[in-house]
């Protein structure tokens, strides 16, 4: 029951059929949310100069116009009002056009019920963040610069939309950190966020992991296994470096994302799934559809929205404040104090390319503490590689130098610890850093 204090949510409906506009009513009747109908464009709009909405519901199709100018108006003048499109079934353009044009989901004809319930809990929600929620532990973009502003902003922008958005940038540019900033500021920031590396995942074992198994549907099979949709169900599922899935494996995620289920193999029948999906590569997606590797349908499903991350050396100006925030990051975790840096490193580091991005930056600062005297981090301890004065084009792949500098590091404390007839206390006294910073890139580098 609503009161004076908690006034009942309101919907506004738009549809020509009175069928439709019944059934649509009482569903959200049910979930206690007061709702106005509108037949037509015209009246939708005269509805919302009158009175405010948390969500409207239009149909694509109207008598004097269709539903993408309603989203578009709604966007114009109502911002803060989610607007959903309800379309025919099958028609995924039209739904990747209204999501495009800024609508904050969409349901297909035969309208599911549950889905439907789902779509308006969801909107609700936005209402209901009355502020922005509190950042999260871990999860902030680090710099000032002009691009690190625009991402913020587009990153709360489409963190109140439910469609798909693909993360794109280069390696160690931080997409998995801007995915979990979308899911984090939006409706479904309270549910876990389920992250997965499609690269890392067996083929074989692929169509099992994303949408679970029966008991006996194949050897081996001894239980039920929810898969990763069914965990993100509410929630939002990361498809990180996506463009390693199969084309076979394409296919059934591509009818998963626009049917909105799944069917676990040895089912006989779908489950309803309530997922949004966020997805990235370091690789060119485009590229790869134009090549038959990719495939197209599929791509444009995932990629209603894209958000490019800059790479560290479009944003020059942000490195200080990141090497203070890595220093004292590492510092933390070794239980140490954090070093000085001196001024002629700091303007290397904003000289050099960083074809690994701020990863890359973060492992540089790592292998300097490890290996600076006096706890003050000098330019011959960052061991910038030579040559840094190249610059790595966007159509180049990244060069991932964290393997080399690892090399020798590891090179480096092998032999003080040969010198020292492997007395790690001594070996640590003679790199000049503390015993529990040896112990911990000795772990780093599996070093026995």
């Not at 909405?53 to 989203?71: A, K, Q, S, Y």
């Not at 008991?215 to 498809?239: R, W």
Request: charged content about 25%; aromatic content about 4%.
């Amino acid at each position: 029951m609503s009161d004076a204090q908690n006034p009942a949510p309101r919907a506004l409906i738009v549809d020509d059929e009175p069928g439709i506009r019944e059934l649509l009513e009482m569903t959200l009747a049910r979930m206690q949310v007061d709702c106005v109908t509108a037949a037509n464009l015209a009246e939708a709009r005269q509805c919302l100069t009158k009175d405010s909405f948390d969500l409207c519901l239009t149909d694509m199709r109207l008598p004097d116009g269709n539903g993408i100018e309603l989203v578009r108006h709604i966007q114009q003048r109502y911002p803060d009002t989610p607007a959903a499109v309800i379309t025919a079934h099958g028609n995924m353009e039209s739904a990747v056009e209204a999501l495009k044009a800024g609508a904050f989901d969409f349901v297909s004809k035969p309208v599911e019920l549950q889905v439907l319930r789902n779509l308006v809990t969801t909107a609700l929600k936005l209402g209901s963040q009355t502020q922005v929620p509190p950042a999260q532990p871990g999860l902030t973009l680090i710099g000032q610069s002009p691009l690190m502003a625009q991402t913020r902003a587009t990153i709360e922008k489409v963190a109140r939309s439910q469609a798909p958005v693909y993360v794109s940038g280069e390696s160690g540019t931080g997409k998995e950190l801007v995915a979990r900033l979308i899911h984090a500021r939006g409706p479904r920031g309270d549910r876990p966020f389920v992250p997965v590396n499609c690269g890392a995942i067996p083929a074989e074992l692929m169509e099992s992991e994303f949408f679970g198994h029966k008991k006996g549907s194949f050897t081996g099979a001894v239980t039920d296994k929810e898969g990763l949709f069914q965990a993100a169900d509410g929630s939002t599922l990361f498809l990180d470096e996506v463009a390693d899935l199969p084309l076979n494996m394409q296919v059934k995620l591509l009818r998963a994302i626009q049917e909105k289920a799944v069917r676990p193999i040895g089912a006989n029948k779908e489950v309803p799934v309530d997922v949004r999906i966020l997805s990235a590569t370091h690789k060119d997606l485009a590229a790869l559809v134009r090549e038959g590797k990719f495939r197209q349908d599929l791509y444009y499903r995932i990629n209603v929205i894209e958000l490019r991350v800059p790479s560290l050396r479009e944003r020059p100006e942000d490195i200080p404040a990141l090497i203070t925030h890595c220093l004292q990051r590492i510092a933390d975790e070794w239980g140490s104090s954090v070093p000085n840096i001196e001024p002629a490193a700091i303007a290397a580091l904003r000289a050099y390319s960083f074809p690994g991005n701020v990863r890359e930056l973060e492992n540089i600062l790592e292998r300097a503490m490890t290996l600076c005297e006096g706890n003050v981090i000098s330019c011959s301890d960052l061991q910038l590689p030579r040559h840094s004065e190249e610059s790595v084009t966007e159509n180049e792949e990244a060069v991932d130098l964290a393997p080399y500098l690892n090399d020798k590091e590891r090179e480096v404390i092998v032999r003080a610890l040969e010198q020292t007839r492997y007395n790690r206390t001594a070996a640590a006294k003679l790199l000049g850093v503390t015993f529990r910073q040896l112990r911990y890139r000795m772990k780093k580098l599996n070093i026995d």
